[in-house]
């Protein structure tokens, strides 16, 4: 299926704000107002953006925190939130920092910092890099993902949002958590599962949490065979139908493994798409997903390539590649990494950090409602029927209309149903096409309220042959059509 994505902004953020390197991005929206939060590596100073963002996918700046006194943001590389008690909480990992730094959020998108939790030697946050949430009834846990300490750890999240250490796995061989580099957190018919990506290890562990905080590993996969998990990086779940997939995205492979996900947390590989040079998952290392008009997308970046794919999510599992963006012009797409999507008055947006363009960029998404490309179609002389314009979606309701063509007074088009018509039928003989030479031109639009498309048409009349009537030797009437007919009287007086 068909899917457009269009730039709404493109915000160097280095420049304009003194971010540098946004590495993860994710939204929140807040009494009726969406904020995207940027977490910003830095070279020397760590940083937590809010913007706002409009219907259109404009942003529009409204803090930014730079580490320093108990803050714990060098390195920012994580950033999630989570609404406890009416209050909603950014979490933020600073890989350099070894910590975690935690801040309300306002009514007005502005945050407060709440709590700080530094490495001690006894906690595993050395090298932390990626934080997500798990959420039982009214108790929310963050989970925790250390590249340098490896494994996993659980934290209870206070009413106040301070944070106290509920259990530390360690990677103790069997796991494959060393480097833990990226975690995701899915619910699978009722059961809660933490998902992690060993970049050292170069695999996937699964571990089920429990409504305590506690996790329990159940399932284990490394790289090998057809697998894209060499140094992986990235991991998002996805619901197609009854089943759950996993996606991981493999850094040094520039590929993507995916998984279906049992009840019980165990995998099962289904497909596995690699940098082939058509796509941008050249060192991949961000993934999200999405539904858009019942139909789920993948949508990962490729640092090495500058830019970011998409893929439709088949029923089986398996990735179909749909579109492929890379760095240009005002886009802020060069070594991107994190991305995430919200949904605005129906309509889905894309946010890219771009790390190496010390950027941030916003893309609006939208299916395309007819195959757009230009067609060439041929019709028979003397006949009204031409072409119809079909949708690519059965359940959409479009409105057509003919917008342009020199030629477009000539025709008409059904509205509901896309149906091309000649108001009069052509004559070989005699075009009347604005060339003269019996190609007639003309654009039909679609829309469907949303989306307006249109596609060229260029409609080339063939001559259809005349009669070959022979008669016999005795006189008669012999009435040819309206073509260039081939009469034989062949004797008598014969009336033609």
Known sequence: MALELINTDSMDTQQTFGIDQPKSVSFRTIDGTTYLFVAGKGDEIGSASVFSMGSDGVLTSIQHVFDGGPLELEGAASAVTAEIEGTVYLFVAGTTDDGLSVFAVGEDGRLTNVDNVADDGTLRLNGVNSVATATFGDTTFLIVASRIDGGISSYSIAANGTLAEVQSIADDGTLFTDGSS?????????????????STDSGVSVFRVASDGTMTNVDNVGDGGDLELSSAGAVTTALVGDTTYLFVAGYSDSGISVFAVASDGTLSNVDNVSDDGTVNLALASGLTTAVIDGVTYLFA??????GFSVFEVAGNGTLINVANIADAGALELRGPSGLATVEIDGVLY???????????????????????????VEVAENGTAVVTVDKLYDDDTLAYTITGGDDAALFSVDAATGAVTFIDAPDFEAPQDADGDNIYDIEVTADDGIITEAKALAIEITDVGGLDISGTKTGETLTGGGEE????????KDIL
């Open 182 to 198: 990226a975690v995701h957190v899915a619910v699978i018919d009722s059961l809660t599962y933490a998902f992690v990506a060993g």
């Open 301 to 306: 970046t490729g640092q090495n390539d500058d």
């Open 350 to 376: 894309l946010a890219v950090a771009g790390r190496l363009d010390n950027g941030v960029s916003v893309f609006r998404t939208e299916h395309n409602i007819i195959d757009e490309a230009a067609e060439v």
């Open 485 to 492: 007919d081939t009469i034989a009287g062949r004797g008598g």
